[in-house]
T-cell receptor
Framework: EVQVVESGGDLVQPGGSLRLSCAAS????????MGWVRQAPGKGLEWVSA???????YYPDSVKGRFTISRDISKNTLYLQMNSLRAEDTAVYYC??????????????WGQGTLATVSS | DVVMTQSPLSLPVSLGQPASISCRSS???????????LSWWQQRPGQSPRRLIY???NRDSGVPDRFGGSGSGTDFTLSITRVEAEDVGVYYC?????????FGQGTKLEIK
């Protein structure tokens, strides 16, 4: 069974850092495009990062230079390193597994999410 | 960025009645390879989003056949033939044809 389980969400002060983890099971993470999508409280959905099977990465302007996506093949785990955090980064962060054929043009499976709160 | 506009934003429906949600994109979603990457997502209260439809009209495994997707170019529709209580939640469209991939604002379906 395909599963992705996020962890690492916490309360952090503005300007601080947080690392989110996404443990994958039921598939080999490195052979799929993977991504992170966030949802601010009561708001809609926004892609914040993606990584292709070849290792190429994507970031929107809102997080470029502050967020870094990476993966540990030996642990079958995806990460999102978030630095210089702002109040507007407060959100539930979802780990997403994308389609084997079309990558994140066709996201397939989401985890349950982890809440990151940026507040003093 | 491609702007995805859903309507209505709130959809009260009686049990057993049909429902439809519109999603319009600010530019054509036909990808250079010919495919159209428009998907529909259901988010039940307290849950993460679940994909219902991909590439406009392909229903995911396990999704009831009362859900259907249609459309082309810039205009797309999610239809539910007979609404059931378990359909309550927020529905999102998402385009994957142009980077950055973007979502609609969401449509909240409730039982009248």
């Amino acid at each position: 069974e395909v599963q992705v389980v996020e962890s690492g969400g916490d309360l952090v002060q503005p300007g601080g850092s947080l690392r989110l983890s996404c443990a994958a099971s039921g598939f080999t993470l490195s052979t799929y495009h993977m991504g992170w999508v966030r949802q601010a409280p009561g708001k809609g959905l926004e892609w914040v990062s993606a990584i292709g099977s070849s290792g190429n990465t994507y970031y929107p302007d809102s997080v470029k230079g502050r967020f870094t996506i990476s993966r540990d093949i030996s642990k079958n785990t995806l990460y999102l390193q978030m630095n210089s955090l702002r109040a507007e980064d407060t959100a539930v962060y979802y780990c997403v597994r994308c389609s084997p054929n079309f990558g994140c043009k066709n996201p397939e499976h989401w985890g349950q999410g982890t809440l990151a709160t940026v507040s003093s | 960025d491609v702007v995805m506009t859903q309507s209505p934003l709130s959809l009260p429906v009686s049990l057993g009645q049909p429902a439809s949600i519109s999603c319009r994109s600010s530019q054509s979603l036909v990808h250079s390879g010919g495919a159209t990457f428009l998907s529909w997502w259901q988010q039940r209260p307290g849950q993460s989003p679940r994909r219902l439809i991909y590439q406009v009209s392909n229903r995911d495994s396990g999704v009831p056949d009362r859900f259907g997707g249609s459309g082309s170019g810039t205009d797309f529709t999610l239809s539910i033939t007979r609404v059931e209580a378990e359909d309550v939640g927020v529905y999102y469209c998402m385009q994957g044809s142009h980077a950055p991939h973007t979502f609609g604002q969401g449509t909240k379906l409730e039982i009248k």
